[in-house]
């Protein structure tokens, strides 16, 4: 039985990067870079950093810094690798971001875009990450509002339950599933970060194409493996999606909302 949690392997790197990652992922990593560049750190590590969509933006921004991109899964990383010339100062590595193979005091800055959802065990993340900051080093990261605040998610959840009713698939709960923003400032303060705050941003996409983007969903996450074991078929649930968010958002080219929150704090 595949982790679903963090299953982001196979075909999915190349389907998420290419599908989703231009529509939900995009424009939320252009505020990170921008966010990250603010402070103007000169090696910066990046947590879950999948297929590089953050750290493209900023090894554009900072072209002076040197970015250690890690992520759980070699084939995310993978794809990330094409995306940067020799002359770029990024690395790549696997690791896990509950357990860091980084020595204490190393980095300006610790980046996470959308991963923290996926953690186990997320106060461990969070003692990593000030582990391996420098004194006064800033610890960013971004997380998704709710279901509802994200409705394309909605409309997947429900046309998966709909496909396989007495099985119904949860994946797609699990990147929706750490917006309490309270709850989240005083795990910062508890692992002995200063002054956390957050920032509620909103956004709406357009979309060129339902069909491309639900296909992307379908075929791009960990939802993937949710619709093979259950012996579904992946194209024939896209187009239901398809179908169901263009009722939603209206015929391309359409906009739907996104909704996120980004943390950003110091370690002392
Ligand atoms: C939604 S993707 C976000 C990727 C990237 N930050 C972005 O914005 O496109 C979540 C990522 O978390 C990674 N991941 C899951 N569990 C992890 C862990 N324990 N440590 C590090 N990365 C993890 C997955 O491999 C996946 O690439």
Redesign the pocket.
């Known amino acids: 039985m595949v982790d679903t949690?963090?299953?982001?392997?196979g075909d999915i790197?190349g389907n998420?990067?290419k599908q989703m990652?231009p529509v939900i992922?995009e424009h939320?990593?252009q505020i990170?870079a921008r966010k990250v560049a603010a402070s103007a750190p000169k090696h910066v590590l990046?947590?879950?950093?999948?297929?590089?969509?953050?750290t493209r933006h900023l090894a554009t921004v900072l072209d002076d810094t040197h970015i250690v991109v890690?992520?759980?899964?070699e084939p995310?990383l993978e794809i990330a690798r094409k995306k940067f010339s020799e002359t770029e100062k990024v690395s790549f590595q696997t690791?896990?971001?509950?357990d860091l193979p980084f020595e204490d005091g190393t980095f300006d800055a610790v980046i996470?875009?959308?991963?923290h959802?996926?953690?186990?065990d997320r106060a461990k993340?969070h003692a990593e990450a000030a582990r391996v900051l420098k004194p006064g080093g800033q610890y960013l990261f971004?997380t998704w509002g709710t279901n509802a605040e994200n409705p394309y998610s909605e409309l997947v959840i429900e046309t998966l339950s709909a496909a396989f009713e007495s099985d119904p698939p949860g994946f797609m709960k699990i990147?929706f599933s750490l917006n309490d923003a309270t709850g989240i400032l005083g795990e910062l303060r508890q692992a002995g970060f200063t002054e956390p705050h957050h920032e509620y941003v909103e956004h709406a996409p357009s979309v060129e194409s339902f069909d491309a983007f639900a296909l992307g969903l379908i075929l791009g996450?960990p939802a993937y493996f949710e619709i093979l074991e259950r012996e579904g078929d992946h194209g024939e649930i896209a187009r239901t999606l398809a179908g169901h968010m263009r009722a939603r958002f209206g015929h391309e080219p359409s906009t739907m909302p996104l909704k996120a929150h980004f943390f950003q704090t110091a370690s002392v």
């Not at 949690?5 to 392997?9: D, L, P, Q």
């Not at 959802?117 to 186990?120: A, S, T, V």
């Open positions: 949690n963090s299953a982001f392997v790197p998420y990067d990652g992922f939320m990593a990170m990046e947590l879950a950093a999948g297929t590089g969509i953050v890690t992520d759980l899964n995310m690791a896990d971001a509950q996470c875009q959308f991963g959802m996926f953690f186990p993340a971004s990147p996450s």
